[in-house]
C-alpha cells in the first residue's frame, strides 16, 4: 500500500504541470477591445497606477511632489485636509514619544491603550452610539463586522454597489446574500418582503457612494428596515466628517442616525490617518470584540495612527467650515465643469466624477492631465458602474485651482479630441 502510494507520487512528479506563476506573469485585462497587461500599458506610456509621490513638506496645500516637479492633487480622500494640519500631525508625534510605534498584540490580550478606549468613546458619541470598536483599516472592519455578524438563517441585503470590502465580508458570511438596484427604494422593498418571516435581516449601504460619490437615501432605508423588522448598517466612510450639522455623516444630515443600527467609518479620509470603526449598541459591540476574528486575531492601531485620529475628530468637531468650504468647492467644480461643456452628473459630495466609456481614452486623459501637473483616478468597471476619472476635492482647494483643472481637461480632451458633453449611456 505505502509503495504503491510511493511509486505514483514519483511517476506523478515527472508529469509536466502548469506552474501557478503562470498567470502572475499574464496577468491583464481587456483594454479598448484588446488584452493589456500592466507592461503593456507602461509601454505605451499610459500606465497611471503606483504613481510615487514625495514629501509634502514646504509645499502648498493641495500640492504634492511627483519626481522633481509639484502636481495639483484632484484624487485624495484626505477631504478636509488635515493629513498635514500640525495638530494632527503632533498629535501622532507626541503618541510615538509617549506609547512607542506600535502595539505588538491585539486588542484582546496586550494591545489596548488608554488611547483606543478613548477614541472609542469620543466616536461612539460622535455618532449617538452606546459604544464603538476600532480595527487596523477600513476594509478590515467592514470585513470582519459583517462575516463576525451574520450567520446561515440570516440575510444580508445589499445595494447592488457596494464597496469590495462589504462585498468580500458577505462573501465570507454564512448568511443568504440578496442585491437590491442600487439606491432603488422600491427594489429594497421588493427583496424585503420577499425575505422569509424567521429571516433575521441586515439591510447594508453606503452613504456616500465611494466612486460615483452619488448619496444613499437613508431616510427611507430606516423607514422600510422599521416596516419590515431589519437592522441597519451604514458605511460612512466617505460621509462622515463631511455632512451633517455636527459632521457625523449622511445619517445625521438626514435626521436618521438614530435609527441606524450599525454606523461605519474609516479613518483613512477625513479622519487622516489609517483604520476604521463601528459604532453601535453596546450587545453588537461586546459581541464582536469577543468573536470576530479580524478584530481578535489582528493587532491593535498603532498609537501614532489613533492620536490622529483623536486630533482630527477635534477639529472636525471645532471647525465646520471646512467642510462647508469643501462643499462650496466641488459645486463650483461640477457647474464650472458644466459651463465648459463637460456633462457631469448632479451631486452634492466631494468626489465628482467625469465618465469616459472608452478605457484607452481614460487612460490618455489621465495621463495628460498628470503631464500638464494634476493628479485625478483612473476608475474602471466594475469598481464603479462606467469607467471614469474620479476628481476628489477636499477643503485645500481653491477657486483657483478648480479654474485651473476645467480649464486643463478642456484643453487635454480637445487635444485628444475626447468629446465628453453627452449624458454617457449606462
Ligand atoms: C466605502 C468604503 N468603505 C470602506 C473602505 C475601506 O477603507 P480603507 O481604505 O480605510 O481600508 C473604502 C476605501 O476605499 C471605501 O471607499
Known sequence: MSSDAGSGASSQATLARPDLFEKCRNYGRM???????PQDAKALGLYTYFEVFGPREGLPPGEIRWGDRTVLMFGSNDYLDLINHPRVKEAAIEAVRRYGSGCSGSRLLNGTLDLHVRLEAELAAFVGKQAAMTFG??????????????????????????????????LRSGARKVRFRHND?????????ACAPDERILIVSESVFSMEGDVADLRNTVRLAKQYHARVFVDEAHGIGVFGPTGAGVAEQQG???????????FSKSFAS??????????????????????????ALPPASVAAVLAALQIIREEPERRHRLLRTAQRLRSELRARGFWVYDGETP????????????FRVVRGLLEEGIY?????????????????????????HVERLVETLGRVTQRLNIDLSARPSA
Open 31 to 37: 483594454v479598448g477591445g484588446y488584452f493589456m497587461r
Open 376 to 400: 485625478v483616478n483612473p476608475v474602471l468597471k466594475p469598481a464603479a458602474s462606467q469607467n471614469l476619472v474620479r476628481i476628489s476635492c477636499t477643503a485645500a482647494h481653491t477657486d483657483e
Open 256 to 266: 436618521v442616525l438614530a435609527d441606524v443600527d450599525i454606523v461605519m467609518g474609516t
Open 185 to 193: 427604494m422600491d427594489h429594497l422593498e421588493r427583496c424585503l418582503r
Open 274 to 299: 489609517v483604520g476604521g470603526f463601528i459604532a453601535a449598541d453596546q450587545d453588537v459591540i461586546e459581541y464582536l470584540r469577543h468573536t470576530t476574528r479580524g478584530f481578535v486575531f489582528s493587532a
Open 351 to 362: 468626489i465628482v466624477p467625469v465618465v469616459i466609456p472608452n478605457e484607452l481614452d481614460l
Open 137 to 170: 483599516t477600513g476594509f478590515q472592519t467592514n470585513y470582519a463586522t459583517l462575516s463576525g455578524l451574520t450567520e446561515k438563517g440570516d440575510v444580508l441585503v445589499c445595494d447592488h454597489n457596494l464597496h469590495a470590502s462589504l462585498v468580500e465580508g458577505a
